[in-house]
């Protein structure tokens, strides 16, 4: 089976459950996007499936193998993650940056470059390839850390599996939309693309299939239609919030009292 898969996965911390039965799959083709509150479990949920995270039971399968069975540098060719911090603390060049997603593939520098330079445009970041890391903003670095992981996912196949863990959150709204439009171009070149977003309207507008966690488990889960309920969403953020259909897509709000 192509893409990656997590079967009644449970993981335990400080003997406190933090998934508890979890199942999901990231299929070629397709944008999942796990949403949910605070301490829901979504980055352990994509920790899991980055192979970083070890299930207490369950398992987790890449490319329909046992990931534990995968060898990492084969792993690194298969699935690329963008994880929360996305810091560097040394002054490399964003060119520099980039060209570490592909340290498993064995290739030239200058093949490298190459590959690193066009998800460096792909990013729109170009112009800042020899500027270095530490003179970026907190959402310019995000998007270095993005450009990465596209480098790292080159080719881009229907055995490519590229998980996200908040990629916009430091990000304007501009460059959030860019990397989001950027994310979906890779689902429509066959990849299998997991993301962890708090923003449920844009997870609304950029997913095929939304997965909902509370309190360690998948509350709801499937198409953007049948997790965006209100009723459903109220219940699991603890607000009220609204969901209404404008220009053919839906749109998700907290309700906010009248000033």
Not at 79 to 98: C, I, L, W
Not at 124 to 141: C, K, V, Y
Not at 205 to 211: K, N, Q, R, S
Request: glycine share 8%.
């Amino acid at each position: 089976m192509r893409g990656l898969r997590i079967t009644h996965a449970r993981v335990t911390l400080e003997k406190q459950t933090i998934l508890d039965d979890v199942s999901l799959s990231f299929r070629p083709g397709r944008v999942t996007v796990i949403i949910g509150p605070n301490g829901a479990g979504k980055s352990t949920l994509l920790g899991v499936a980055a192979g970083t995270m070890r299930v207490d039971a369950g398992e987790v399968t890449l490319g329909g193998q046992d990931i534990r069975h995968v060898s990492a540098k084969r792993a690194a060719r298969m699935r690329a993650v963008m994880p929360q911090d996305t810091s560097v603390a040394f002054p490399f060049t964003v060119r520099e940056v980039v060209m570490m997603g592909r340290s498993a593939w064995s290739e030239s520098a200058a093949a490298s470059e190459q590959v690193a330079d066009e998800a460096l445009r792909s990013a729109g970041l170009g112009a800042m390839a020899d500027r270095e890391i530490t003179t970026l903003s907190g959402g310019e670095r995000q998007l270095v850390a993005f450009a990465r992981v596209i480098a790292q996912a080159t080719p881009v196949t229907e055995s490519s599996v590229v998980l996200l863990d908040e990629p916009t959150a430091a990000m304007d709204i501009a460059h959030a939309e860019s990397a989001l439009t950027l994310a979906r171009s890779l689902a429509a070149r066959a990849a299998a693309v997991g993301i962890v977003l708090h923003d449920i309207d844009a997870a609304a507008a950029y997913a095929d299939d939304l997965v909902l966690m509370h309190r360690g488990r998948v509350h709801a889960a499937g198409s953007v239609a049948d997790v965006c309920v209100p009723g459903i969403l109220s219940r699991v953020y603890g607000t009220p919030i609204d969901v209404f259909e404008l220009d053919g897509r839906l749109h998700v709000t907290p309700v906010r009292a009248a000033a």
